[in-house]
Structure formats: C-alpha cells, structure tokens
C-alpha cells in the first residue's frame, strides 16, 4: 500500500485549528449534465425515483444554495476545472470540432491534485475543446492537446456532446475501434468531409427519413449517426461509433476499472456524465422507469450509474475516505431540439407533466434565474463531513482553491483567480461560504446576501434582451417581482461591484 499520511490542517469557524492526521481521500466528482436542481429525489423531485443519489444525500451533506458557474456546460465545465470564469476566456458553448480551450500552462483541478501524488482520470463527456488552435485536429492519428495536456493521467471521453459529432470513444489520444480503412474526419460541412473511402453519413436536412431514432426539431440537423441528427459532420470511423443506449454502461466500466486499478493510491476521477442532455436514448432497461418519458428514464439511468460507482468504492473499502461530490453543469431543459417527446419549451417555466426539474426556482439552462445554476449539490466523506443540509452559497469554481486548502498547497496570486477557499462551508463546519458569487448565463448577475441583481442580458427567451432587474431571494425564492424601481441604490451598489469583478483579473 503505497499510502502517505496527510496532515489536514482545517481552519475552522470559531472553532480554532483543527488537526488530524488521515489519509489523503480519493475525490470523485460525478457530475451530470443539465441536470436540474428539482430532478433528484431529495431535492424533491416525486416523479423521478434516484435512490442512489439521495443515499448520498442522506450520509453526506446536502446543499440548497450550491452553483455550478454558469448555465451552460462549457463555461460550467471551465470554471470548476480553472477557477476561473468562463466569460474572461471567452469561453461559451463550443462546436464540434473546437480546440482545447484551457490553456496547457495554468493551474487545473487535475494538476492540483497531481501535485498532491494523486492519479487523475476523467471518465465522460468532455466538451472542452481537443486540438490546437489554428491546426485541424487530425482525428485518426494523435488527437491532443485534451485532457492528458491539463493533468489527467487517464482519459476516456465523449469528445463533445452526445448530440455533436464526432460520435466515437476516444481513450486517451486515439479514436477507440477506429479502422484505418475507413478514416474519421469532423468539419463545418458535408462537402469539407466526405472524401471517397471513408463512410458518408446522411445529411439531416435532405434525408429526413433517416432520423429513425426520433428527428430533431431544430439545430441538430446536420450529421445523422445512428438515426439521430447530431450538430456538425463527419465521415468515416463507422467501426468507432458508439451506440447511445450502452453509454452510461460504457462510462461505468470505464469508471470502475479506474478506480479498482488505482484502488492502492489517492486518486481524483471526474465522472462526467452524458445523462440527461439531449439526445436522450436510455438503455432499454431503463425505458418505461417514470411517467416522463426519455428525459425521466435517462435520470433513473444517471441514478443508476451513480450506485454502480458508489458500491465499486465500497467493494474495495474506499467509500468512508472518498470524497464523493455529486452535481451537475446546468439546470434543466426539456426539449432542446429533439422530439424525444418532453415537453416542449414555452415559457421561462417550464413544467413537464407535472414535474418541475427546477424545483421551486424559476427558469433553467441557458437562463439566469436561479434555475440556470441553482443545481444539486451533494458532498459525502464519511470520515469528516456530517450527514445534513447546508444552505451556505457555494459554487464549483472553489473547488481548486477548497482542496489546495485541504492538501496545504498554497496558491499563487495567479492561480485560478476566481477559486475562493470555502472548505469550511464546503465540509459543514461554516454556515456561510461565499459572501458575494457571480452566476453567468447571457450576461452575469451578482448575489449577495438576500440579493441577485442581474445585469443587462443580452438574450432572453424569445431572443430578446432583458433590462437589469433586482431580487430579493430570501422573501422571493422564485424571482417573480423584480424590485429595482424600489431599490435603485442597492441595484447600482451591486452593478458597479459586478463590473469592477468584470474588470479584475480574478475576484479572489
Ligand atoms: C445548443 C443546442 C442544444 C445543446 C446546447 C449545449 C441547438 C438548437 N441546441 O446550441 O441541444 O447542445 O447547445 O448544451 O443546437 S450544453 O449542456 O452542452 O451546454
Ligand atoms: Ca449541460
């Protein structure tokens, strides 16, 4: 057992230094994908059962006032592994084929963890980025830089979305069962990537008749791989597909086979679910498990998945000192293009047969209100954390920072500049963890205290913009009246902070 003892030294509210000498905990991240804060049983979702995630839930603590950084996956997806905010690397939902958009020379929650000798892995979907700027990525020989360029040692992932292309595995920097007689190629149109000798696919727009999955509405009308229409084109790497009804399987033996190989050393494993973003195809096991249809059987999929990491952890002995964080990139979405028959999108709420995915928060991914990042948020280490509910606001851009606290490593002023160290909040032992936090969607808006203020969006539902607007959470949880005429100085005290943070390098 190669097991180095950790010295924890935990700065604690009023209570002093607390120390004890443990064992560096593995963490594993599971994270899913526009998965809303009312779709878990124990945040009160009655129509989906996720006994697997309330289990958590109930042995670990449980936060009513945890965000991801933005309400979209991308900038979410940056953020937690930066600490830094999408918006100052531009960052915002990416294409196809984008290139790697964190830089390869800053400090990320891989590389932290490195430097504390542990092993890294991401298992999921990825949609960060693969390749070099200004370089077409070459998907049949060496597909870098990725994952293994930010600090992960092992790598296995859905390039994109489930819903882009290019639709294969890729295992470290090689497409997975690709055949080097059929070579894959990914690009912005049909014409740029059919080459004769590779196979063609049909073309969403033209072929209808060949979505025989379910068809998309909009959108996603471009490359048809499997009878579902995907965003963007690709030909060839037929033997590389992947079947979207064995995913989540694929995902969970990916899983488990890296937490069992590196049982004996700490390791952190970022589980990155495709479940429930759209194209949703549960297994076949799963279908038919809620009255909601594809979006419902794909949470009870995700459930499943989660108890299939939790048992492997306890199988081995690992699951009193893992971390196991449980969380999501965005709130919900219903219908988001394809007619796998979910509601279908009318309002900024949005209800599905009488299931709400944003509990009693108004509005969803892509928006921001609170339902765009208000997102379940679960924390369970037996060893130090007590079973309970916290409503400190906490967000997943302090998770560079949080664990640098956890693992005595210290930050430099450059590193992930927007990361605040709230492990106190974070374990239970503070009430309150950040004071003042950013929420980005298409625009940004400001909480403090009671307060969000919301700047100037430059869309909203319907396309249009949306004037700044001023809430006040704790007596309208649900931001149903907007209060800036009653409060303009309040609104332009949190609108001058806003864009001071704007301006700052960081807001650490
Ligand atoms: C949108 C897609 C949506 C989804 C989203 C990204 C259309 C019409 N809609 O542009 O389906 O892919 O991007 O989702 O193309 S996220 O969770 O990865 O941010
Ligand atoms: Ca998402």
Known sequence: MNRIKLILTLTLCGVGLAEAAMERPNVVIIYGDDVGFGDVGVYGSEMIPTPNIDRLAKEGLRFTDGHCSAATCTPSRFSMLTGIHGFRHGVSILPPNAPLSIPTDILTLPKLFKQAGYVTGVVGKWHLGIGQ??????????????????????????????????????????????????????????????????????????????????????????????????????????????????????????????????????????????CIHVPRAPNPRFQGKTELGYRGDAMVEFDWAVGEIFQTLEQLGLAENTIIIFSSDNGPVYDDGYDDGTTVRTSTKEVDRGHDGSGIYRGGKYQIYEGGTRVPFIIRWPLTVKPGVSDAMVNQIDFIASFAALLGIELSDEDARDSWNILPALLGKEAVGHTVMIEEAHGLALRQGPWKYMEKQKYSWGGKPAAPKLFNLADDPGETTNVIARYPEKAAEMDRMLKKFRRQEGVR
């Open 133 to 274: 700027k200004g370089v077409a990525t070459d998907w049949n020989g060496e597909v870098k830089p990725g994952p293994l360029e930010i600090g992960f040692d092992r790598s296995f992932l859905l390039p994109s979305t489930n819903d882009r292309v290019p639709c294969v595995y890729l295992n470290g920097h090689r497409v997975v069962n690709l055949d080097p007689d059929d070579p894959l190629y990914v690009g912005k149109s049909k014409a740029e990537v059919d080459r004769p000798g590779s196979t063609p696919y049909p073309n969403a727009r033209f072929q209808k008749k060949a979505m025989t999955y379910y068809s998309s509405t909009h959108g996603h009308n471009h490359s048809v791989i499997n009878g579902i229409g995907r965003i963007g084109y690709m030909a060839g790497g037929k033997s590389a597909l992947w079947d979207d009804e064995t995913i989540t399987d694929e995902f969970v033996k990916q899983a488990r086979a890296f937490i069992t190989e590196n049982r004996s050393k700490p390791f952190f494993l970022y589980f990155a679910s495709q």
